[in-house]
């Protein structure tokens, strides 16, 4: 009890001690002490701990087998026309929707390109047709001009075309990923109508 004596100034810390040891209970048959390494960390509670996720783990692996869009899947897209990708028709946006997903993940074979159109967020048009596709154009937050991309699905094939671009690396063109898995070039920047 000389330890309780000492702490008179911390009269919650005195109580909160009292409570400990009487829940430890007294006599001979009480465990030692866990081992402590150099570092003054109790070894045994360290090795019980699960270990932190790795950054790599946290990022799923690209997969080259993607699954195909269904032209079935894509026909309700015209539904989204007028939305914005961000809202959601039979409770799905435009970028979950089945069809958008395995028209992106089939055509664009960059995975820096496919990773920044899935994950970076910023301004977003209203989607439209354009030439008999169902089309949503965004951009980086911040960064729109010069950072934007337009996904473009032929809601009765499903085919997936998907213009982007990146002023940093191109000034004067876009790269578009086509449905057919060709790349090409084409001057100007993903805003249709307006650029």
């Avoid at 001690?17 to 390494?37: K, Q, R, V």
């Avoid at 075309?161 to 004067?172: I, K, L, M, N, Q």
Wanted: aromatic fraction near 6%; charge should be negative.
């Amino acid at each position: 009890m000389t330890l309780i004596r000492r702490l008179p100034v911390f009269p919650a810390l005195a109580g909160a001690a009292l409570l400990a040891l009487a829940a430890c209970g007294s006599g001979d048959d009480a465990a030692p002490p866990p081992p402590i390494d150099a570092q003054g960390v109790d070894a045994q509670a360290a090795a019980d701990q699960p270990a932190a996720p790795s950054e790599a783990a946290a990022v799923p692996a690209p997969t080259d087998a993607a699954p195909a869009a269904k032209a079935g899947d894509a026909k309700n897209l015209a539904a989204y026309v007028g939305k914005y990708p961000f809202d959601k028709v039979d409770g799905v946006a435009w970028d979950d929707h089945p069809a958008v997903k395995a028209g992106l993940a089939a055509t664009v074979k960059d995975a820096k390109v496919l990773k920044a159109i899935q994950t970076l967020e910023g301004p977003a048009a209203p989607i439209e047709m354009h030439d008999g596709k169902v089309m949503a154009w965004a951009c980086q937050q911040h960064n729109c001009g010069p950072h934007q991309w337009a996904v473009l699905v032929d809601p009765a094939t499903g085919a997936t075309d998907v213009c982007y671009y990146d002023e940093a690396a191109s000034a004067s063109d876009a790269r578009w990923f086509l449905a057919g898995g060709k790349e090409e070039r084409r001057k100007g920047n993903c805003q249709f109508g307006a650029g």
